[in-house]
């Protein structure tokens, strides 16, 4: 089993930024895509970005689309969210992911493990 632990989230004022972090047992998610979702109090959880197993390929859901940038350092085994220009709206429970194969989407059906999350608090 994959064990996923995020770290950097906090409380930000609107403009600023934060930086995730999520870190992976071993290599054990090497091979795989990883993800970000995030999830409001009330809301149901919702796709940010998600990166193939090399970081070749990249895709973000258009409301963070220009501000966010997810890499990965298999090296390290850690996935990185670097968030810019934060909005009220970004306010969430941030969860790391590992996909089920090379590549994943944008469903959380495409994932198979998750890490418990780290709250991101934009005060306007």
């Known amino acids: 089993q994959v064990q996923l632990v995020e770290s950097g989230g906090g409380l930000v004022q609107a403009g600023g930024s934060l930086r995730l972090a999520c870190t992976a047992s071993a290599r054990t998610s090497s091979n795989n895509a990883m993800g970000w979702f995030r999830q409001a109090p009330g809301k149901e959880r919702e796709f940010v970005a998600t990166?193939?197993?090399?970081?070749?390929?990249?895709r973000y859901a258009d409301s963070v689309k220009g501000r966010f940038t997810i890499s990965r350092d298999n090296a390290k085994n850690t996935l990185y969210l670097q968030m810019n220009t934060l909005k009220p709206e970004d306010t969430a429970v941030y969860y790391c992911?590992?996909?089920?194969?090379?590549?994943?989407?944008?469903?959380?059906?495409?994932?198979?493990?998750w890490g418990q999350g780290t709250q991101v608090t934009v005060s306007s």
């Open positions: 992911a590992s996909g089920r194969g090379a590549y994943a989407g944008v469903t959380m059906t495409s994932y198979a493990y």
């Open positions: 990166i193939s197993w090399n970081g070749g390929d990249t």
